[in-house]
């Protein structure tokens, strides 16, 4: 506890750990939290012993607590909108068009209880584009105009420590390599990939436009596009909370999101990675890297996985062992030349609130909670499909 908090005066931005970031940044995200008419800053600055007026209460005191539950819960709410956003996106808005389309003619059939798609490749390729660009694009902008925060702070950009960037990946090919059986990747690129794989026993389908087309999309801009939704505006609203909650919020909303039980463990591991690559290392990029190497990874194994010879499940296992060693020695080096020597870290914040209960306000504020709720109950209709 500073000497301020001692004396009774409270300044949460000035108690905020800004030591892991650059100056630029700092300044910024001060300004942001410091603008009065800023609905989602926590900027409470008080001295608790004093009190004040209130019409219709008389003499009160002010309390830190309620400063940072309303604006924790705000936060909350314009993310529980986004997400929102994407779930109508995907299962209502993307699964209507698909029919509209099957309706004019086009070879394009999907199943209303299921994420299921069929029809020829181009038609199913372009209706995953569309559709999965729509739902990270529309809320990422929901949530960039309600935040309101500055492009340095909302995308972190400058690398404070390339080591960090190392750190992440290694941990990452770990992730990957506990993960990869069977819910290593999402239920729409496995299936798509299967797609591709089932309908020639030769392999050339490799070869073609539409599966090339597809692995670009899925491996470099959903990892761009999906990064910035998760680690851009909605972390940076969230990590005035400190960086360990805004780490584990934007995860499990990425995990939740999935809808697929199968697939929220390796979802949420692997976006713990990314943010805490990003805040160690400074920039979004670090991010992006991890996601990059997680879909990489669990291509490697689908493509490994189509050789129908016996030296299959050998090759497969000899490239998950080389993948792990690479991630277990990078680790090592990375936990003796930055966390062990304390070169840098995550920025905490002292909350008078306990974990738990923040991690409550959270769950609970509406729509965050119905979207919680919406997606366990698909993924458990998912698992009896």
């Known amino acids: 506890m500073s000497d301020e908090t001692k004396n009774g005066i409270v300044n949460v931005i000035d108690e905020f750990d800004y030591s892991t970031q650059n100056d630029t940044y700092n300044e910024k995200f001060k300004k942001w939290r ?12 008080a001295n608790k012993n004093e009190k004040v007026y209130v019409d219709n209460k008389g003499f009160v005191a002010h309390s830190v607590e309620e400063a940072e539950k309303d604006s924790l819960t705000h936060i909350v709410y314009i993310i529980g909108i986004a997400a929102l956003i994407w779930l109508f996106t995907e299962d209502v808005v993307g699964k209507l068009g698909i029919a509209l389309f099957s309706f004019l003619g086009f070879d394009i059939h999907t199943n209303f209880f299921n994420s299921s798609i069929y029809g020829g490749s181009m038609e199913i390729v372009a209706a995953l584009i ?15 105009i309600k935040f309101r925060l500055p492009r340095k702070v909302e995308i972190m950009g400058r690398m404070n420590n390339s080591l ?9 090919l770990i992730v990957c390599t506990a993960t990869s059986l069977p819910s ?19 392999l050339y389908v ?38 360990p909650f805004a780490i584990i919020i934007t995860s499990l909303t ?15 591991l692997i976006s713990l990675v990314a943010g805490y690559g990003m805040v160690s290392s400074g920039t979004l990029f670090t991010a992006v890297s991890v996601s990059i190497v997680y879909k990489m990874y669990n291509l490697a194994l689908m493509i490994l996985e189509t050789d129908r010879t016996e030296k299959m499940p050998l090759t497969r296992n000899i490239f998950m062992m080389i993948a792990l060693a690479i991630g277990i020695v990078g680790f090592v080096v990375f936990w ?21 209960r923040r991690f409550g306000f959270a769950l609970k504020t509406f729509p965050y909670s119905a979207v919680l709720l919406v997606c366990l109950a698909y993924a458990a209709m998912r698992l009896t499909q």
């Open 206 to 243: 490799w070869d073609q436009t539409e599966f090339l087309m597809y692995t670009i999309f899925d491996v470099v801009i959903m990892s761009i596009i999906s990064e910035i939704f998760f680690r851009g505006a909605m972390f940076a609203a969230l990590r005035q909370f400190g960086d």
């Open 254 to 268: 990425a995990g939740l999101l999935t809808q697929d039980f199968r697939a929220m463990p390796a979802t949420i």
């Open 184 to 202: 290593a990747y999402s239920s729409e690129s496995k299936e798509i990939y299967d797609y591709f794989r089932s309908i020639d026993a030769d």
């Open 34 to 45: 410091r603008n009065k008419d800023n609905h989602c800053a926590f900027n409470y600055a």
């Open 336 to 356: 003796i030349a930055f966390v062990r020597r304390k070169k840098g870290g995550i920025a905490r914040y002292g909350s008078e609130y306990p974990r738990w």
């Open 130 to 144: 569309v559709v999965s660009v729509l739902k990270i694009a529309v809320p990422a902008i929901y949530a960039h």
């Open 164 to 172: 960090a960037l190392i750190g992440a990946i290694s941990m990452a």
